[in-house]
């Protein structure tokens, strides 16, 4: 069965770095992408970033381009989401997710794509 969990939140200054975790396991499908994902209270979930099975292609919303970056680590199965620069508008409950089959071939943002959840974990920027 497959199975996502988050760790890595809490509590960071304006312009502070966090790195969140997402671990997989149980996949079986040739074609998959891991994406993070992201809700502040009273607002839509958002689409902050996803990466291929391989880890050779990402994509990024234009919202946290050149602060935040995804990778995946193949022998610990795990995908990571590096955010630096980090400020109070990125607070949030960020949630990995998996979208399974061709379609995660287009590294997808959008959440009904997807077909796993995790839990999801906090993020707080304040002073």
């Known amino acids: 069965q497959l199975q996502l969990v988050e760790s890595g939140g809490g509590l960071v200054q304006p312009g502070g770095s966090l790195r969140l975790s997402c671990a997989v396991s149980g996949f079986t499908s040739d074609y998959w992408a891991i994406g993070w994902f992201r809700q502040a209270p009273g607002k839509e979930r958002e689409g902050v970033s996803c990466?291929?099975?391989?880890?050779?292609?990402?994509n990024y919303a234009t919202s946290v381009k050149d602060r935040f970056t995804i990778s995946r680590d193949i022998a610990k199965n795990t995908v990571y989401l590096q955010m630096n620069s980090l400020q109070p508008e990125d607070t949030a409950v960020y949630y990995c997710?998996?979208?399974?089959?061709?379609?995660?071939?287009?590294?997808?943002?959008?959440?009904?794509?997807?077909?796993?959840w995790g839990q999801g974990t906090q993020v707080t920027v304040s002073s």
């Open positions: 997710a998996a979208v399974i089959g061709t379609k995660a071939l287009l590294l997808p943002l959008l959440s009904r794509q997807y077909d796993y």
């Open positions: 990466v291929d099975s391989s880890g050779g292609s990402a």
